[in-house]
């Protein structure tokens, strides 16, 4: 009998854990979130497609243009729980010095070396897009391909 009611209870709190985390990853600005993962992910996206022409110069201004689409996914949680906040800044923080790390590393002209700090990148955004439902997480191959070369184009927030 003791047993049973250890694992009636073991599966009740099992359930609010899951119920629980699943309530605090819904964000309260679900569109705002959606799109500030859609940026983030562009960008990154426009960083790979300058590895196979050695464009390694721009890199840097890539780097510079994911550090500011930061702000919108830092401004997209402002009002979420504590918890989620801090969640996804560390996350965020962790891709942002990834990607300061590719602008430091573009200048050595190393093949391997940047297409690993560029990997980096992704690895850490497809972290940050973890704490969030699929449903906001960017569709690959649905970023688009550039301002006027795409249907898709680039996120509103590149325009």
């Known amino acids: ?24 990853a819904e964000p309260k600005s679900p569109d705002a979130v959606k799109n500030a993962l859609r940026i983030l992910a562009y960008v990154q996206d426009d960083m790979a497609r300058k590895l196979p022409g050695k464009a390694y110069a721009r890199l840097p201004h890539e780097s510079q243009e994911f550090t500011e689409a930061s702000a919108a996914m830092r401004n997209a949680v402002a009002d979420d729980a504590p918890e989620l906040r801090t969640q996804v800044h560390a996350a965020l923080d962790k891709a942002v010095a990834a990607s300061n790390t590719v602008a430091q590393i573009s200048k050595t002209n190393d093949e391997v070396q940047i297409s690993a700090a560029v ?41």
Do not use: K, Y
């Not at 992704?122 to 970023?143: C, E, H, I, K, T």
């Not at 688009?144 to 249907?151: F, K, T």
């Open 119 to 159: 990997a980096a990148v992704d690895s850490a955004l497809q972290d940050l897009n973890r704490l969030f439902p699929q449903s906001l997480r960017p569709v690959p191959g649905q970023l688009g391909s550039g301002p006027g070369r795409g249907p898709g184009g680039p996120p509103p927030g590149l325009r």
């Open 1 to 24: 009998m003791t047993m049973r009611l250890h694992r009636g209870l073991a599966i009740v709190l099992a359930v609010l854990t899951t119920a629980t985390h699943a309530w605090a």
